[in-house]
């Protein structure tokens, strides 16, 4: 893997440059106190995830991948700027053994502990000062267990492999600042026997083949969120066109080709729906990723093209894709606010659905309100007073969720609504949020106190 390493090193910048930049920026701040960043930013559910003192401007993930075993050798640039006076940072990480870390193209020293990475740079770092590490690793990857039992990461398929990292488990296969305040740009140069396909999120660069293997080079221009980054590996088929005027690839596992046809075929109209509902689409890619592998269980919205374990339907397509809008482009600031995702996808599958010729959403509503208050699976608990990160993905978070929307539609009128829904998606493109900051602007524009109603919605137990 050193020559992975090296020829990624040296095709993405100059390390030199960006090692003498950090040394002159702390000889500098010599009078400074330079402190080891945060090991955590203190989420609620995930206190480990992210880290402080450092803000990623952009990943570059080289990565080859040996089917034979199920093992990658890897490096992962990261271009990032000093926020505070550092003398050591910590990544997270889960993933195989490493190799190597540099900082300022010089040798780092590291140490694990659990998902930590801990490294101390040679020279620190002073604030504002632009600087790369460099991680090289080996070995088996795999999947890390959520708190609600199920697994993400990296799941090995019968042909290849294929990541879906929600919420906390790219550092399985790659180290990063795994919160969703700190997005990024992405470059992915991936190696994969020529064979096979290897597909990653945004915009494909080039395919170039290298006797008995292939490079992949993806760019993911617009910042994303590290658990939104994706790769997967395998026998796929390939179709290139546009969406409502994107630049779309979709790769599908020959398997269920068929079976997937009907639905992707939608996406247009998917699209154009969202459009009105949520303004242009964010992104200059769209696609998906269709894989065998339903041993996973759930699709995911990764950024620009979503995974399905499965032949989606056009309802679970409209979700993904809502998704590109409210919760990839607009993310939440804290993993307890998962309803900023969740309940707005879910009501936007509900308007697809009406708009396919099925119940509108005021008559879904209706028949989801007559759920008995002693059903306490349906209605508990709270979508946005959640217990702890094993009931993050429940069922209320969606369903309920976006009843809370719907009861919001209800209340302010479609058209005050739909107002909302445009000015909150287009606002805060490419930003955080959170739910106190849609509140302040549905009751702003709708000039009516709204309290009452987010409170009965999202945050007591019991049927509202």
């Known amino acids: 893997m050193t020559s992975v390493a090296g020829s990624s090193s040296t095709r993405w910048g100059c390390a030199a440059v960006l090692a003498l930049t950090t040394l002159l920026a702390g000889s500098a701040h010599a009078g400074a106190e330079f402190t080891p960043g945060a090991a955590g930013l203190g989420d609620p559910f995930f206190p480990k995830a992210g880290n402080g003192g450092y803000d990623v401007r952009e990943y570059r993930i080289s990565l080859r991948y040996r089917p034979r075993g199920d093992a990658i050798d890897a490096s992962t640039n990261i271009d990032a700027t000093a926020t505070q006076d550092l003398s050591s940072f910590d990544l997270d990480y889960r993933g195989p053994q490493i190799r190597s870390v540099e900082v300022g193209g010089a040798p780092a020293a590291y140490a694990r502990d659990e998902q930590e990475l801990i490294v101390t740079p040679g020279a620190p770092i002073a604030t504002g000062s632009e600087f790369r590490v460099v991680v090289s690793y080996r070995g088996r990857v795999g999947t890390v267990t959520d708190p609600d039992g199920s697994r993400s ?6 042909d290849g492999s294929v990541v879906v990292a929600q919420p906390t488990s790219a550092p399985a296969w790659y180290p990063a600042n795994d919160y969703p305040i700190d997005k990024a740009r992405f470059k992915f140069e991936l190696t994969v026997p020529k064979r096979l396909e290897a597909i990653a999120n945004g915009r494909l660069v080039k395919r170039e083949q290298r006797g008995s293997h292939s490079t992949w080079l993806w760019k993911q221009e617009e910042p994303m969120a590290t658990y939104l980054a994706t790769v997967a590996t395998g026998q796929f088929a390939l179709r290139r066109s546009k969406v409502g005027g994107i630049r779309s690839i979709t790769a599908v596992d020959p398997q269920v080709l068929k079976r997937s046809k009907r639905a992707l075929g939608k996406s247009g109209r998917i699209v154009a729906l969202l459009e009105e509902l949520f303004g242009p689409y964010p992104f200059s890619h769209i696609g998906a990723i269709v894989d065998d592998a339903n041993f996973i269980g759930y699709a995911l919205e990764t950024q620009t093209r979503p995974v399905y374990d499965r032949p989606p339907g056009a309802v679970l397509i409209a979700h993904e894709l809502a998704h590109q809008w409210l919760g990839n482009s607009v993310s939440l600031s804290s993993w307890p606010e998962i309803w900023l995702n969740e309940g707005f996808a879910t009501w936007a599958e509900w308007r697809w659905a009406e708009e396919a010729g099925g119940l509108t959403t005021a008559q879904r509503f209706k028949l989801l309100r007559r759920t008995p208050a002693g059903q306490n699976g349906f209605w508990n608990p709270p979508p946005a007073a959640l217990p702890g990160p094993q009931k993050l993905f429940s069922d209320p978070v969606y369903v309920r969720g976006a009843m809370a929307l719907e009861a919001l539609r209800r209340e302010i009128g479609g058209r005050t609504f739909l107002a909302i829904l445009r000015e909150w998606a ?39």
Do not use: C, H, M
């Open 426 to 464: 287009t606002a805060n493109a490419y930003g955080n949020v959170t739910i106190a900051e849609f509140i302040a602007l549905a009751e702003a524009r709708s000039g009516q106190e709204l309290n009452g109603l987010f409170d009965a919605w999202l945050l007591q137990r019991g049927k509202p």
């Open 153 to 158: 990461g990296w799941f090995n398929t019968e």
